[in-house]
């Protein structure tokens, strides 16, 4: 079993749609959860990150972390053709040895 | 912002030759460097992570024979791929952070990435 686990899509949304994407993991020490966004051959950009459980709140951005289920999920609101991206999932214990998910590809239509 | 420069975004290069990678932390010192790869529609894969001042530590199944990192100052990161085959191309990623880590303004940054191709 991989400690991360990601849904590598691709997921097709309409411009305004909400869009959920979601990690699971196995690794119960993880305490930083983190989503990442990586345009094409670009490096990932940190978008959120989150200590332990609970919710966290950005513009259009929602973090959730469930750790009792050890699942992770970002929401997008009122998405945008420019939220188009991969979005990665990452966690670590520490400082160090973060781990990512596969990633989802994203895709907002006009 | 943080900011880290990888250089070159994009190299080709012929098998059996050698190729560095820079990654250059340019407004914060970067205690800690890590040397990614990635296959197209997967996730980034550690290779090493390197303290400055220190020799790195590769995870399991990289050699570092291959893939050579100095980390000689705390802005200055470099990843040297020697004699490269055509199974070594790919994308290369490198994010560094301070001695905080999370705590800090910085957390990890990443470089923008090089797409290494030997032909």
């Known amino acids: 079993q991989k400690e991360v686990e990601q849904d590598p899509g691709p997921l097709s949304v309409p411009e305004g749609a909400i869009v959920s994407l979601n990690c699971t993991y196995s690794?119960?020490?993880?305490?930083?959860f983190m989503w990442y966004r990586q345009y094409s051959r670009k490096g990932p950009e940190l978008l959120m990150y989150t200590y332990s459980s609970g919710n966290k709140e950005d513009g259009r951005f929602t973090a959730q972390v469930d750790k009792s289920s050890k699942y992770i999920s970002l929401f997008i609101r009122d998405s945008q053709p420019s939220d188009s991206a991969t979005y990665l999932c990452?966690?670590?214990?520490?400082?160090?040895?973060?781990?990512f998910g596969a990633g989802t590809r994203l895709t907002v239509k006009p | 912002g943080a900011v880290v420069s990888q250089h070159p975004s994009r190299v080709i290069c012929k098998s059996g030759t050698s190729v560095k990678i820079e990654c250059r932390s340019l407004?914060?010192?970067?205690?800690?460097m890590f040397w990614y790869r990635q296959f197209p529609k997967k996730s980034l894969m550690l290779m090493a992570t390197s303290n400055e001042g220190s020799k790195a530590t590769y995870e399991q199944g990289v050699e570092k024979d291959k893939f050579l990192i100095n980390h000689a100052s705390l802005t200055l990161s470099t990843l040297t791929v020697t004699s490269a085959h055509p199974e070594d191309s790919s994308f290369y990623i490198c994010s560094a952070r301070d001695q905080q880590g999370w705590r800090s303004t910085y957390g990890y940054t990443f470089g923008s990435g090089t797409r290494l191709t030997v032909v």
């Open positions: 690794n119960s020490a993880f305490q930083y």
């Open positions: 407004d914060f010192q970067a205690t800690t």
């Open positions: 990452a966690m670590s214990v520490g400082n160090n040895d973060m781990r």
